[in-house]
Structure formats: C-alpha cells, structure tokens
C-alpha cells in the first residue's frame, strides 16, 4: 500500500514561472520529509527537507510547505529554469518503528519550457 | 572516493542465476542503504546498515536476497535464483548518520536485467 503520493506523474512548466509540485501521505506518525530531484542514469539527489514541527522551509528557490492536518506537502520553485527538468520524488521517514527507512512517492516529472 | 559508486552500472542475468552487486559508499559514513526502483515507481527500500550490521532488512523481499557489508565499508546485495520480477534499479546510498535528516546520498544505480 502506497503511504507517499505523488499524484501528478508529470507538469509542465514556463521557463520563469512558479512550478508547485504536491504530495499526500497516509500515516501521521511521519515526522520528516524530503525532496529529491533526479536526472535520468543518476541516482537521486537531496533538494531540501522539512520537519514535521514546522510548516515551511526556505532554500534559495526552493519551498517546501507541509500541512500536518491534511497530510500534504508541496514543493514550490520559483523561478522555475530549464535545468530543473527532472523527476521529483517527496520521501518520508518512518515512524518510531520503520524510522531508518524513507517512503518515497511515484514521482513527478518536470518539464520547463525555455 | 567523492560519491557512492556502483557496480557494474548494467547487469543482464538469465532466470535461476546467481548475481552480485556492488555498492562502495562515501569514506566515512558508517550508514548504508540498499533502495529498489522498479519501472514508474519510486525507490522501495530493502536494508539499512550501520558499520557491519545489518540494523534492519525488513525491506527484503524474500530469503533469496541478502546483502552483507564485512568491513564497515563495501557493501554486496546478493540475489538467488534471480526471477524476471526482480528486474529493477538497486539503488545504493549512504550517510553519515542513520536518521536521513540530511537525506542520503545515492549512486546511480545498477540496472538488472532479468531474461
């Protein structure tokens, strides 16, 4: 049973625009999330991360919001560039019991347009 | 070395053979992960390691597969009898701790192939 959701295989965006890319889980015992990013033949690689005790983390270009109580997290890139064309995956650690192991989502496929 | 590296980077096996891969993590992380990512999916994970122990393979699909890492270092995932449904991407990644809160770093991956 899929815990991570990515339910947007892939989005298309303008070169400059605000490309916003969501994730939905199931178990609220999660308490820290990650973004990667991943280029084909290349394994991914970290983007930015959030606790669960926050609802907003701030890297250069990169945002990642998380609301606790609808289990939701998005990714938000601002302005967006032709080299953030890649797969997007969201991952969640596990609980006190799976707490070594990240649940990864499907994946997102970014598309920006020059 | 500057990244985790793994070998070899394709591996086409026919069914009912025996294949190793190899996962060589970045000097000085005591964390070791072994993910799968089979086609249209995100990766699944299989084992953690820290330092030589096997600290939790409750990812692993079943007993023909098993990973070891002797030294601390080095690590082989190793899958019996392969079957065509093993057929995916084994990712590898380590850290210097085992939390993840700085999310781990991968390879790129072996790619196995089951015929």
């Known amino acids: 049973d899929q815990q991570v959701k990515q339910n947007s295989p892939s989005l298309s965006v303008q070169e400059g625009r605000i490309s916003i890319l969501n994730c939905d889980y199931t178990n609220s015992m999660f308490d820290y999330f990650l973004w990667y990013k991943k280029y084909p033949a290349e394994g991914p690689t970290f983007l930015i991360s959030?606790?669960?005790?926050?609802d907003k983390n701030e890297d250069g270009r990169f945002t990642v919001f998380l609301n606790k109580s609808a289990k939701h997290l998005s990714l938000h890139i601002v302005p967006s560039q032709p080299g953030d064309s890649a797969v997007y995956f969201c991952a969640a650690r596990g609980d006190h019991n799976t707490g070594n192991q990240f649940y990864f989502g499907t994946g997102t496929s970014l598309t920006v347009i020059p | 070395g500057a990244g985790v590296s793994q070998t070899p980077s394709n591996k086409v096996t026919e069914k009912g053979k025996y294949v190793e891969l190899r996962c060589d993590p970045i000097?000085?992380?005591?964390?070791l992960y072994w993910y799968r990512q089979s086609l249209g999916q995100g990766p699944e994970f299989l084992i953690y390691?820290?330092?030589?122990?096997?600290?939790?393979d409750s990812g692993l699909p079943n007993d023909r597969f098993f990973a070891v890492r002797p030294e601390g270092s080095v690590s082989t995932l190793k899958i019996q009898r392969t079957e065509r449904g093993d057929s995916a991407v084994y990712l590898c990644?380590?850290?210097?701790?085992?939390?993840?809160?700085?999310?781990?770093?991968f390879g790129s991956g072996t790619r196995l192939t089951v015929v």
């Open positions: 959030i606790s669960s005790i926050k």
């Open positions: 990644a380590s850290s210097q701790d085992g939390q993840g809160l700085y999310g781990y770093t």
């Open positions: 000097s000085g992380h005591t964390a």
């Open positions: 390691f820290q330092g030589t122990g096997a600290a939790d």
